[in-house]
């Protein structure tokens, strides 16, 4: 398939609306299994923020006293040690302010989340391994310091290393000039952040451009790897089977639900990929068709520039993009790799202009991607109930205050559902009718509004496995076979 920016782009573009529309699917199935049991389950509502709260504590807490040694700032006030300043960011859970520290005058960064969006034990258990992980991972010059941990009663702050020299795509097309050497550079970089995760018990899984900032925003600045949301720990020999991640660098044993730390060698090389020619090696228009090329796994060295790019890059590319795990390179063959052992050697060709326009579109999709996500998030969000009008009104076509079996329908088609009829009439009052006050009822008893993005696209990636596995479309991995 030849590269066309604009096309992979509007394609993109695509792709994400797709996304978006599939939110209210997720939230019609969450709606169908609340009515189903008739609003009550027995249990305390997994949705409802309550579930969460300690006993007998007089608030919700994120960090109790066992999780919390070494790594909370306990007894400490946020705006007493920091001033806040202007929003650097927005993402879905929280909002990254730039701080100052009062009396060493400090500029660092702030994420602060939300209590109030961390509507499950998923969410909450997320920012408490992210924190656990930067706290656990030792100073690296390559990824960002964690440097306090605050939690008050209506926020969790994880104060780091300020960031500002921008993203990693970004630096490249700025600069005007970018040859192979560069390019090797920012792979041990970036596999050198692998190898400090590996050897402290992390596998990253989400390596990928955006995840890494330069320090400053001088030329030698240090490249910095920031987000540990989707990391976890392991043990020797351990798998995980939950689908997570971003689909361009998703390894195929992930969609098989049977990975372990070489997860981050593939995505690793997937970047060094990209690195060299200006777009990645698994694409397609659907989510369905990148993870079909991922598990098919062919690699096309044929555009350009790859007739310039060295013999030894393609061979690391190849042996990091290695289908069976047992074949492919450990962290430690990767950074032992000639190609990268002698950074010297490595040839200063330009890698043109072509691969620098690649790059450009390559990032103007993701922060389209970011902006998407965002929006789906800040739409949805609990607390705000207009979301939840919006969608009722979009749906009482006739404007009577209720919804009849047909509004509903033909509403819940137009946002995108697939649900069954008889599914639909489940749904529905013995009367065949929805007001207002039950719907919002529904909706908010029953669906966890801020899981929209992280948790959404978790939901939709393991949907994806279930229906390669299904179609039959999933082929059996070596060791598949063997056993």
């Not at 930067?134 to 310091?145: G, K």
């Not at 639909?424 to 908010?444: A, P, W």
Request: with cysteine.
């Amino acid at each position: 398939m030849h590269w066309k920016g604009n096309l992979f782009l509007s394609s993109s573009i695509h792709l994400y609306r797709k996304i978006f529309m599939g939110v209210c699917v997720s939230l019609a199935r969450n709606v169908l299994k609340w009515k189903k049991n008739g609003g009550k389950t027995g249990h305390p509502n997994p949705f409802d923020i309550e579930a969460l709260y300690v006993a007998g504590a007089p608030q919700f807490t994120v960090f109790h006293r066992s999780q919390s040694e070494a790594l909370i700032q306990e007894g400490v006030i946020i705006t007493d040690k920091y001033v806040f300043g202007k929003e650097l960011g927005r993402g879905e859970f929280g909002i990254t302010y730039l701080c100052t520290d009062k009396v060493t005058k400090e500029v660092v960064a702030c994420k602060s989340i939300s209590k109030r969006k961390l509507r499950t034990a998923v969410d909450v258990e997320d920012v408490r391994r992210e924190a656990s992980i930067m706290h656990r991972l030792p100073p690296h010059p390559n990824i960002v310091i964690l440097k306090g941990v605050y939690e008050d009663e209506n926020a969790v702050h994880l104060v780091m290393e300020l960031c500002e020299g921008g993203e990693l795509f970004d630096r490249i097309v700025a600069r005007g000039h970018y040859n192979e050497r560069d390019a090797a550079k920012i792979a041990r970089t970036i596999v050198e952040v692998v190898q400090a995760c590996h050897n402290n018990g992390v596998i990253h899984r989400d390596l990928k451009p955006e995840n890494f900032l330069f320090a400053k925003k001088n030329e030698n600045s240090p490249l910095k790897a920031i987000d540990f949301g989707l990391s976890v720990t392991f043990k020797p020999g351990e798998k995980f089977s939950e689908i997570v991640g971003s689909p361009f660098y998703m390894a195929p044993e992930v969609l098989r639900r049977n990975y372990g730390p070489e997860v981050d060698i593939w995505s690793a090389g997937v970047i060094i990929y990209i690195l060299l020619c200006g777009v990645p090696p698994f694409w397609a228009e659907t989510e369905q068709g990148v993870a079909n090329a991922i598990l098919h796994g062919v690699i096309d060295f044929t555009r350009d520039p790859w007739s310039t790019v060295s013999h030894r890059a393609k061979s690391l590319v190849k042996k990091m993009l290695e289908m069976d795990v047992k074949h492919r390179l450990t962290v430690q063959q990767v950074l032992e790799h000639p190609w990268l052992q002698n950074l010297e050697q490595v040839p200063e060709v330009p890698l043109g202009e072509v691969v620098q326009s690649r790059l450009k579109h390559f990032a103007a999709m993701n922060k389209l991607k970011k902006k998407a996500l965002r929006v789906i998030a800040e739409l949805m969000s609990g607390e705000e109930v207009e979301a939840l009008r919006i969608m009722f009104n979009f749906m009482d076509t006739d404007k009577n205050g209720v919804l009849s079996y047909e509004e509903f329908k033909i509403g819940l088609r137009k946002l995108g559902s697939h649900l069954t009829e008889p599914e639909i009439r489940q749904l529905m009052d013995v009367d065949g009718r929805i007001s207002y006050e039950e719907f919002t009822k529904m909706m908010q008893s029953g669906i966890d509004w801020r899981k929209v993005s992280r948790h959404y696209s978790r939901e939709r990636l393991n949907s994806l496995g279930d229906k390669l596995m299904t179609e039959g479309t999933l082929p059996p991995s070596k060791n598949d076979i063997q056993r």
